[in-house]
Structure formats: C-alpha cells, structure tokens
C-alpha cells in the first residue's frame, strides 16, 4: 500500500488549521518519518507547519511532502458495472488500512506531546488500539466474503467514537479516564449538564457534530441483534420459479451487492476520520497548553 504525497513545490497546499502529515520525501514509515501539525496562516512573515510544544513552527520548505491526517469523504459510484465497483472496493478498503498507520502516527504524538503523560492518553491509547484491531477484522471479513459479520463490526468501531466523546463530555476527563480504566462503567457516569451518557444518549450528542451518526447506530442495531436484515441476507424470492422463496444457509456472502461492502466501509472511514479528528484536538491542547490539568 502506498501513500499519495502531495507537495508544496509543486504548488499544491492544505487548508490552513487542516491536520496534515508531513515529511522531507515520501514514505510509507509515518511514525518515524513524519510529523503530524497543520498549516499556520502569517501574512506578516510566511506561513509556517505548527508541529510541536509551545507553538513550535517550522518553515514550509523543511517538509515539502504532506498528506491529510483525515480521508476526503467518499461516495458509491453510480454504476451497475462489476469491475469498477469490484476496483473501488479494493481502493476503499486501502484507504481503511490506511488509518491502522494513522493511528499509530497520532498515538506517538500524543504521547509525545505536552510535559508528560495524563489519564486521558491511556483511555484514548484503548481506543486507538481496539479501532485498529476493529479495522484489520472488517477488512479480513470483507475479503472472506463475509459481510454479516463484517458488518457487525461497525457498531462497536462507532461505539469507539462515543466512548471517546464521553471524555469530552464530563467535567473531569482525567478523572473519568481513570475511573473507566479501573473498571466503571460510562453509562452510569454523567456529563456537565447531569444526563446520564447512555448509547442513546451519547449517539444523540455525537449526532449534533456529525448528523449521519443517528442513520448508522440505527441500521447497524440490526446487525448486532438478530433482525429482518439476516433474514433478507438469507432468504430471496425465486426469479425462475414463481411464488417461490429461496432460503441460503452457508458461512460467504449472498447475494451482498458491492454497492453494500463500499457503504460500509466508506462508514468504517468516516467513524475512523472522527476519532482521529477529536484525538488531533487534544494533541493540539497539550502542545498549545504544557502546564495544565484539565
């Protein structure tokens, strides 16, 4: 797999404030190769990639080759022809592996960052690894033709985000944090306005920041719990023989269209983009902020 690098000597640039990886030459290494900052906006002395504590800056020309911490979003493309599709799949599903590398990327910068390290990074270091585990099964499943259980998979990969946005949601993360890392239980915790952060509850304040997360925890619901979706995926009615019903047993895809597989992991790659984009968040306040304890 490997990854497209823009550069800025040709002219092409990030958003300013936009989360980007950077490196002096292409590489496929970012945890050794890269630093992760955004684009810094100075009329007055040149824009700058803001990469470090305190504000640390380093000139543009230092690391010429950039990519985006998060995906560009995706569609299906509107098509009923099987190679193209079959070829999408394939450059969706690299594009998710993508983010095993990001994770990693972002957790040594985390750890890196500020003076230190806090309860918050260990709780975010969990989530980082079960998305990754999360992801490299999807992708295994889909592959294997599989795609009831890989689907299954969604709803936990979302449910990493909502745990994660609980951390940002109560009045003491850190000692949230660490709460949950001794055994308790998020639901029964409560967050700055006193609301119990239930499933129900956290999908719904997740949803006020990405609207398409009420869509998803709902359909997903029915394949984390038995529903008419095994069903369908197992019975059809017969196109030979009229007012017959075929019923499929077996362990490999029926019948699943690649429009379905590229839905799904197109949602993996928007879940996976929305963890990452809090995570860079909170690097950005410890490196803008080395003395606190929120």
């Known amino acids: ?130 998305s990754s585990s999360l992801i490299f099964g999807f992708e295994t499943l889909i592959k294997s033709s599989n795609f009831i259980s890989a689907a299954h998979l969604v709803r936990p990969h979302l449910d990493n985000y909502l745990r994660l946005l609980a951390a940002w949601l109560v009045e003491q993360p850190h000692e949230f944090a660490q709460a949950v890392w001794g055994g308790a239980t998020i639901r029964n915790f409560r967050d700055r306005s006193r609301n119990k952060m239930t499933d129900a509850y956290l999908k719904e304040k997740a949803s006020e920041e990405f609207p398409w997360i009420e869509n998803v925890y709902n359909e997903t619901s029915g394949f984390v719990h038995f529903s008419n979706k095994h069903i369908l995926n197992t019975t059809t009615l017969s196109s030979e023989k009229e007012n017959t019903m075929i019923t499929f047993i077996g362990k490999t895809d029926n019948k699943v269209s690649y429009q379905s597989k590229l839905e799904a992991v197109i949602v993996m790659i928007e879940i996976s983009n929305a963890i990452l984009k809090r995570i860079y968040g909170w690097i950005e306040t410890k490196r803008t902020t080395v003395n606190f304890y929120l």
């Open 1 to 130: 797999m490997s990854i497209i690098w823009n550069n800025i000597t040709e002219g092409v640039f990030p958003e300013v404030d936009e989360p980007v990886l950077l490196a002096k030459e292409p590489t496929d290494n970012l945890v050794i190769n890269c630093k992760l900052g955004c684009m810094i906006e100075d009329k007055s002395q040149g824009n700058s990639w803001f990469v470090g504590n305190e504000c640390h800056l380093i000139t543009l020309t230092s690391r010429q080759y950039w990519v985006y911490l998060l995906e560009k979003s995706l569609e299906v493309p509107n098509t009923e022809d099987i190679t193209i599709l079959k070829d999408v799949l394939q450059e969706y599903l690299e594009k998710l592996q993508l983010f095993d590398k990001k994770f990693q990327m972002v957790a040594a910068s985390m750890i890196k960052s500020g003076r230190g390290l806090y309860p918050l990074d260990y709780y975010i270091s969990g989530i980082l690894n079960r």
